[in-house]
């Protein structure tokens, strides 16, 4: 070691002298990773803590609405469930034990055989494989499409609490937020989407849902019955009254 004096030229400075051409340790700074914490709490979560406000609240009240546009004849059931006392869906999250990112669940009523089949995801993006009742309807411009029987599409807006949606939301909107709901779904495909408006007037697709009423259900199963889900291939069918669905991906098949 040498220290003292002056290197020479080509010689190549030592770590252990106090020069000041010997670079230094660096530590990085590490950004802070919100986002990435998001996810992470995201995955850990529950079902019901994602979208249990928004599934049994606005989506719910919507689809007792248009229940009987999407199954006429269901109206009368679905009245007399209202004024029932402490009339409200069960809500199950099918894949919670997993720690997945695309949360699959369901609300409803076994007695009604009146279910909402719901899939979302944190962030815009919700990959594959997804069932074909994923329907990416446009959820602009609004129109005055109401609760018609001729209706191709009926919509739904209710405003909300800021926490109710800020679950499924990569950014939750500030507390005074102006939080809008919009549920959208195609009557003949019985199936629609979510979209959440977190107070800037921008809607976000939140949630792809399908409403299901299957009340007959026979002894054994149809032979359209698979044990390996068609769309992801995984094993996780869980049976309800009138149809079968796929816990993993959310496919359905309903039985005659």
């Known amino acids: 070691m040498r220290s003292g004096h002056h290197h020479l030229p080509g010689e190549r400075p030592s770590w252990f002298d106090p020069d000041s051409r010997v670079p230094g340790p660096r530590r990085p700074q590490l950004p802070d990773r919100p ?53 409200g869906p069960q809500l199950h999250g099918l894949n919670d034990e997993r720690g997945a990112d695309v949360k699959i669940g369901l609300a409803g009523s076994e007695n009604l055989g009146l279910w909402v089949v719901f899939r979302t995801r944190l962030g815009q993006f919700d990959p594959g494989p997804r069932p074909d009742w994923c329907t990416d309807l446009p959820v602009g411009p609004l129109g005055g499409d109401g609760v018609r029987r001729d209706a191709a599409v009926v ?58 009423h299957a009340s007959r259900r026979r002894a054994g199963h149809h032979e359209l019955y698979r044990v390996v889900c068609p769309v992801c291939a995984g094993r996780r069918l869980a049976q309800f009254r009138g149809f079968d669905v796929c816990s993993g991906c959310g496919w359905i098949t309903t039985q005659s």
């Open 35 to 87: 986002q990435q914490r998001r996810v992470s709490d995201w995955a850990a979560a529950t079902c019901a803590e994602i979208a249990g406000d928004v599934v049994r609240g606005g989506l719910w009240r919507f689809t007792e609405v248009v229940a009987d546009v999407l199954y006429p004849g269901i109206g009368v059931a679905v009245a007399a469930a209202q004024r029932a006392t402490k009339w």
């Open 155 to 212: 919509s739904g807006v209710e405003d909300v609490k800021p926490a109710d949606v800020a679950p499924l939301l990569l950014v939750p909107p500030a507390a005074g937020a102006d939080t809008r709901l919009l549920a959208r779904v195609d009557v003949a495909r019985r199936s629609g989407v979510v979209a959440v408006d977190p107070g800037d007037g921008q809607w976000q697709r939140r949630l792809h849902f399908a409403v299901v």
